[in-house]
């Protein structure tokens, strides 16, 4: 008989309950029209990026395909976490099915591993710009540059598989109960009611190499840069480069800045609704942000904008 309560026991959780950024309906629908707003935005933002870089041939440079890959990415990022989130909103706290909640989680998680090895390539790209110059159209032909975005891909997925895989095949008793706005690896593994442990060091290696190690990538990059920058004798071709990769930092900055607080700090605070409003950074803010802080001061995307605004 122990058995069979026992079997019952695991099977027993269908769904989870997303509970969402607030309960509170005044502050619900306030927030509601606020993030279906920077949701439009974010969309519109990124494919305008896209059709210009498609369009305009003097922008089929490394730098604009690594940025063209990045707003593809964006697009389908904000569009993964946002539904949910915006449900929660409309609705209050939103029941989501196990399937569903598991097929968010993989997207999620191709995305944020995609975007940390895109984000390192670009700096790479900025690397053999600035430190390289004369090897740049070797370093950087079109061949590499299409083997490090498709690797970026690949990578993504092979890491979504490893780790959707062992966390859909942990057993979830209930509570079922997620105090996030979006399927996300550890208020999960919060909710296991079985042996975590492969599962956790899954996601440590995984960790390990696509985060901190796309991440020390770009820090070694940049590293590299301002000293090659500081050993330039012209006040104006230093102005020249930092401003050439200023933007990226800005993102790579903004971007692991929220991750690594949210994955990186004691699990003691894990619960506060603090990693929420972290996760809205690297989910909604950081997508909305990134094609203004890339053309902000690009005058090669500023004239394609104007080409295009005024026709043939």
């Known amino acids: 008989m122990e058995p069979s309560l026992e079997l019952a026991n695991v099977t027993r959780v269908q769904q989870f309950i997303l509970l969402g950024l607030s309960t509170r309906l005044n502050v619900r629908d306030v927030l509601f029209a606020v993030f279906l707003a920077l949701y439009l935005l974010t969309l519109l933002e990124n494919t305008v990026i896209v059709s210009l870089i498609c369009s305009h ?14 707003s593809c990415l964006e697009m389908c990022y904000v569009s993964v976490t946002m539904p949910t989130l915006l449900a929660g909103l ?10 569903a909640c598991m097929t968010q989680l993989f997207f999620f998680i191709v995305l944020i591993c995609t975007e940390c090895t895109l984000l390192a390539s670009m700096a790479y790209d900025r690397y053999v710009a600035i430190c390289l110059p004369l090897h740049y159209p070797l370093l950087m032909r079109p061949q590499v540059c299409r ?3 498709l690797s970026s891909w690949l990578g993504g997925l092979v890491v979504s598989v490893a780790k959707t895989s062992c ?3 942990l057993s979830y008793c209930g509570p079922n109960v997620l105090n996030q706005f979006f399927c996300d690896v550890s208020p999960l593994l919060n909710l296991s009611c079985t042996h975590v442990a492969l599962t956790e060091l899954v996601d440590f290696i995984s960790a390990i190499v696509i985060f901190c190690g796309t991440l020390l990538v770009a820090l070694a990059s940049y590293a590299a840069i301002g000293m090659a920058v500081l050993r330039m004798p012209s006040a104006a071709a230093r102005h020249k480069a930092f401003s050439t990769c200023a933007s990226h930092l800005v993102v790579v900055g903004i971007f692991y800045s929220a991750a690594l607080f949210i994955y990186c700090r004691p699990s003691r605070i894990r619960s506060m609704d603090l990693n929420k409003v972290l996760s809205v950074i690297y989910t909604v803010a950081t997508p909305l ?24």
């Open 57 to 70: 041939s003097e922008l089929r440079k490394p730098m604009y395909f690594f940025l063209g890959n990045l």
């Open 90 to 99: 409309w609705m209050g706290p939103y029941r989501i099915s196990f399937v």
């Open 147 to 149: 083997g490090l975005a």
């Open 167 to 169: 966390i859909a095949s």
């Open 289 to 312: 942000c990134n094609p203004v802080i890339y053309c902000l001061r690009n005058k090669e995307v500023h004239a394609a904008l104007r080409k295009t605004l005024r026709g043939p």
